[in-house]
């Protein structure tokens, strides 16, 4: 199956079933289906299948709850109480297309069915609940959620680098971070090398923020589908604020270099393939 319809179909599977409401669910979709990278979820599959699993429906459910967490993420990014945009993926933002109240709603629903997509999925009790442990940290209160508070907090004021790098890792580098976390966990790779795969998405979920950065004052809406240089515009402290752009794609390139190391080393002490996931991590580099 392909990699895109099968995470599409699971969560169109997920939001099949009667709905209570239909409008809410129109709002889901319509933000699920605007396109998009399907960055996270096609790690997660790309890591499995480099290390010998054959993808089943289970595998598909895991990585439709991760995306659902991301999308409705960037819901709730685009209201008017925090980042204030009216486009998101070239098309209008949820809630200028169905209203505020609505696009909260829609948020919330895609933060919390993923877990119970996760719950029904078929894969062995053990490893859901340890999957369902990881995505509530890298998506709550102490992941994503926590990194977003600091950061709506750090506007308008001049960070530390201590203070830029602890709003990333957890807003952005905790969800990035799951697929290869989970990746570990459903193969039963043991802790060790699990413990590296959450470095190794720890230092992609850097590089992915450092890049995100970059393309904010140097790309036009056209390349990124949203607003350019709101960053710039809430005052908020980025990499090429705090470091320059030249600094900042060294900062990108070493953490994406030592990414791969880890996979590299995984690859000879293991003897998993991993090269989908190095051509994904080379795919995150930006030139000139």
């Known amino acids: 199956m392909d990699k895109l319809a099968g995470i599409d179909d699971a ?52 990585a439709a709850a991760v995306e659902m967490i991301h999308t409705g993420s960037l819901i709730h990014d ?30 919330d ?10 719950a029904e999925s078929d894969l062995p009790v053990t490893i859901k609940v340890e999957l369902l442990r990881e995505l509530s940290y890298a998506a709550g209160s102490y992941g994503m959620v926590g990194g977003q508070m600091l950061d709506m907090k ?7 680098i201590s203070e830029l ?11 990035l971070a799951f697929p290869f976390v989970a990746a570990g966990i459903i193969a039963e790779l043991g802790s060790a090398n699990v413990a590296d795969l959450r470095t190794a998405g720890e230092l992609i979920g850097l590089a992915f923020q450092v890049r995100d950065d ?21 005052e908020k402290s980025t990499y ?15 953490s994406l270099d030592q990414a791969l190391a880890i996979f590299r080393k995984l690859k000879n002490n293991r003897g998993f393939n991993s090269e ?13």
């Open 165 to 175: 790098q602890l709003i990333h890792a957890n807003k952005t580098g905790k969800l």
């Open 78 to 107: 685009d209201l008017p109480a925090m980042d204030n945009d009216d486009y998101r993926r070239g098309r209008l933002t949820n809630h200028k297309k169905f209203g505020e109240a609505t696009a909260i709603l829609a948020g």
């Open 109 to 118: 629903s895609l933060f919390l069915d993923p877990f119970g997509l996760l």
């Open 240 to 254: 090429p604020s705090l470091f320059g752009l030249d600094k900042s794609h060294q900062i990108l390139d070493d």
């Open 214 to 234: 970059i393309l904010d004052v140097t790309a036009t809406f056209e390349e990124i589908g949203k607003t350019p240089q709101k960053d710039l515009d809430a």
């Open 11 to 62: 969560v169109h599977r997920y939001y099949s079933q009667k709905a209570v409401s239909g409008d809410l669910i129109e709002a889901i979709l319509y933000s699920v289906n605007a396109g998009g990278k399907r960055l996270r979820p096609l790690v997660l599959l790309d890591l499995l299948e480099d290390m010998g699993l054959e993808l089943t429906a289970a595998h598909f459910d895991v």
């Open 154 to 160: 750090g506007e308008e004021q001049q960070l530390a």
């Open 276 to 288: 989908k996931t190095e051509e994904m991590i080379e795919g995150l580099r930006l030139h000139g």
